[in-house]
């Protein structure tokens, strides 16, 4: 496992480092779209901070966040020695790359220093049908993370009923409650499902899907549109002033519901959207 090992350390490096090219092409295009004025100039800084951390090996975003694994295993392997050596990564390259060291005891407070702990970092494993290894991996920017919100509809004072209008007016109304904070423009991940805590994941695995790619389903990829378009037609978009790109990308992701639970997820990412996968 040494080599995965030292494997997961350079996916770290390079989720850490640099923007995935098509989050970097879509803030190219809205900086080429949006308006002259502060919003502009906002995106601009975002493209030279994004050329200058590839350049300088260092991390485009000071808060590295909370990397959350997404790993797919054939038959056979591991889950244990995945974890472990999942872990062993995360310790050399919080020293190595460098990651900010984010993992406090919740009971004494104090932190590990490595980014190591309890449920931390955060993996999803599954099982794969084929015999490649998929290793995915975010850093979950802090900030964005405090902006989720989980709803059970029917939700009265939305007017949401149990249907994907209701989800549209949920997402809208986590997105105005936002306030248009923190580091703009968003990437808006949403999950729709039975239960709270299965939505919550299912919105968080948006994250790992492509800025410009849409949902299989018809209705939802609709959605996924519309809802684009109205958050961009809210106004304020970064430095507050935008008129075009409070938001790069919305991404939907559903499951069967119970006959009296409709429950959505809405989380939110800033622009440094930063993931990357390894295949061994």
């Known amino acids: 496992m040494l080599k995965l090992r030292d494997g997961i350390v350079e996916l ?18 809205a900086f080429e779209t949006e308006e002259p004025g502060p919003a502009k100039e906002s995106l601009s800084r975002i493209l030279e901070n994004i050329k200058v951390a590839r350049q300088s090996a260092r991390p485009v975003c000071q808060d590295t966040g909370v990397p959350v694994f997404s790993i797919a295993a054939p038959k056979g392997l591991s889950h244990r020695e995945l974890i472990d050596t999942v872990r062993e990564a995360t310790v050399i390259a919080t020293s190595k790359v460098p990651l900010v060291p984010n993992a406090i ?57 149990m249907n994907l209008e209701g989800v549209r007016r949920c997402v809208i109304d986590a997105v105005e409650k936002r306030r248009w904070s923190g580091c703009l ?40 549109k519309t809802l684009l378009g109205e958050i961009n037609a809210l106004a304020n978009g970064p430095a507050g002033s935008g008129k075009r790109t409070a938001a790069l990308g919305v991404k939907i992701g559903i499951n069967h519901r119970h006959t009296s639970s409709f429950s959505v997820h809405v989380s939110v990412s800033c622009w440094a959207s930063r993931r990357a996968r390894l295949i061994w």
């Open 12 to 29: 770290y490096k390079k989720v850490a480092t640099s923007i995935p090219p098509d989050v970097e092409e879509a803030l190219r295009k």
């Open 105 to 161: 005891d919740v009971v004494t407070g104090e932190n590990t220093g490595d980014n190591t702990g309890i449920g931390f970092p955060v993996i999803y494993l599954e099982e794969t049908p084929d015999d490649t290894l998929r290793i995915d991996l975010i850093l979950k920017d802090s900030g964005c993370e405090q902006a989720g919100r989980t709803y059970r509809l029917p939700e009265q004072s939305l007017n949401a009923g």
């Open 185 to 224: 423009p968003y990437i808006i991940g949403i999950g729709i499902g039975a239960t709270d805590d299965q939505v919550v994941v299912l919105a968080k695995r948006q994250f790992f899907r492509k800025v410009h790619d849409y949902s299989e389903y018809p209705a939802i990829a609709d959605l996924e």
